[in-house]
């Protein structure tokens, strides 16, 4: 049989088993081969002076380029494209709250999130882009390479071309690390999902301006400044196969704290709470048992919402908004535009309990039911909620565990960042993502919750529609903890 071509493809492919011990050696670098922090802290204050963005929060009727259907009160872009503003309702029998409607973002297109690295002496390097959103309440954070909308990269706003998109159009002569469809927030999405890829090239790339190449100790050490690293960067890191026993031995688990048991948390051959079929089945049996039944409906349709002049809002005043915005931008696609969002009521709380059993570090997910979700039920973090929606609400539909994170004391929080959700469609929508390390007990044993290892979660995110996107982003948090075993 003659001898099959090598081609460059093949050449990156034939070290694949060494990802994960390339994953854990730029995590270990702080350095960076490119830029320094302290030199990245100038660069990102010079790209903040050139890179701006001007929002003006204007009455619904003054949107241009949306329509508001006269019959069903949708708002929906004149091309059919983007997104549009529709009605859900949910019943949910035999729940704290058997039923309600709210508004609802339906994007049914596929957007690509992703992260091109390269290996600068032997160090894996991610290119980050330095990029301004309309829902940010800083304006610039660190985002992927390319974070576009199917809409936006096929250029129906008449905008510039997104850089790098070609990378992840056409991976054919290039390693693809990670390639997986993902949902976003099961609360104000419907069943909408996003491309989430890392792609490895070994050619020489030009850096646009805005742009930086980062290591992954980088990116882990900036997870610790509050509104930098948006969400898009944050889900795209978790979905790195950050795990396995090249990243164990290279990271250093003979330590007997916190940081050594994240890291044996990763290998796959340590002892963990449940199997790995024990998992599938949970996940299975809790989307089985849980009875949702939601259909889209008119917008005008809603129960115990109201339109103003500027907003559509809950009666009660708690939940969300949706409004409108007017936008000036520089370092954009497109300069000017407007566009609605929903605006949270409150900053949430985005949480895992974490427990060392047996020497390894387990968290505790939730397998957590959301209207927006498409196989009724992802695993979500041990609480994530925004409390002060629940003060008109039963006491059994108060989160689990919300209290236990808000009365964690200070010497059990391994990490207390805020951080910003998706600019693009959120106003000003922030949560606090919070660590808590607490003692595994009978209090914490709950049919929709469990104990679960990192290396368990890493597993399950090379798959769609198992792990949510504040789990996912809660995920790349914890794992930034992770350099220095001790």
Not at 2 to 30: C, F, N, Q, Y
Request: hydrophobic share 40%; glycine share 10%; aromatic share 8%.
């Amino acid at each position: 049989m003659p001898d099959l071509p090598t081609t460059a493809a093949t050449l990156v492919r034939a070290d694949e088993h060494r990802v994960p011990e390339l994953l854990a050696g730029s995590a270990l670098d702080r350095a960076g081969g490119h830029i320094g922090l302290g030199d990245f802290w100038s660069w990102f204050t010079d790209m903040g002076l050139r890179s701006f963005v001007v929002v003006e929060p204007i009455p619904l009727t003054e949107l241009s380029g949306w329509t508001g259907d006269f019959d069903t009160g949708n708002i929906s872009h004149h091309t059919g494209k983007f997104f549009s503003i529709e009605g859900l309702d949910v019943q949910v029998p035999g729940g704290p709250v058997t039923g309600w409607s709210q508004p609802i973002i339906n994007q049914p297109e596929i957007g690509i999130l992703g992260i091109l690295v390269k290996q600068f002496d032997g160090v894996l390097h991610c290119l980050m882009q330095a990029k301004v959103e309309p829902g940010n309440a800083n304006g610039l954070q660190l985002s992927p390479t390319v974070q576009a909308t199917r809409s936006n990269y096929t250029q129906v706003h008449k905008g510039k071309a997104v850089p790098y998109l070609d990378y992840f159009r056409d991976t054919s002569r290039h390693r693809v690390i990670t390639d997986v469809r993902q949902s976003e927030q099961g609360s104000w999405f419907y069943h909408k999902r996003n491309r989430n890829m890392v792609v490895e090239v070994t050619e020489d790339v030009e850096v646009v301006d805005g742009f930086v190449w980062l290591t992954l100790g980088q990116l882990h050490a900036l997870l610790a400044v509050d509104d930098l690293v948006n969400m898009d960067a944050r889900t795209v890191l978790s979905c790195l196969p950050f795990s396995g026993v090249g990243l164990v031995n290279t990271l250093g688990a003979n330590g007997t704290g916190f940081q050594a048991a994240l890291v044996r948390s990763c290998g796959p051959e340590v002892s963990s709470v449940l199997g790995a079929g024990d998992v599938l089945s949970w996940i299975t049996d809790v989307r089985s048992r849980a009875e949702v039944h939601t259909s889209v409906i008119p917008l005008r349709d809603v129960r115990h919402w109201h339109r103003t002049g500027h907003v559509i809002a809950h009666d009660s005043g708690r939940f969300f908004d949706v409004m409108a915005v007017r936008v000036r931008a520089e370092g954009r696609e497109v300069q000017e535009w407007t566009q609605p969002m929903i605006k949270p009521i409150g900053e949430g709380v985005v949480a895992f309990l974490v427990s060392r059993i047996g020497g390894v570090l387990h968290v505790l997910v939730h397998a957590l039911v959301q209207p927006g979700c498409l196989d009724v039920a992802e695993l979500a973090p041990t609480v994530q909620c925004a409390p002060e929606n629940y003060a008109e609400l039963p006491a059994e539909a108060r989160p689990r565990f919300l209290d236990d994170v808000l009365a964690a004391p200070p010497e059990r929080i391994r990490y207390d960042v805020t951080l910003s959700e998706e600019g693009g469609r959120f106003y000003h929508a922030r949560n606090r993502y919070v660590i808590a390390e607490v003692e595994a007990g009978p209090a914490h044993e709950h049919p929709d919750f469990r104990w679960m290892t990192v290396h368990q979660l890493v597993e399950l995110l090379r798959h769609s529609h198992y792990v949510n996107v504040e789990a996912r982003s809660l995920l790349a948090c914890l794992q930034s903890l992770s350099g220095g075993a001790s």
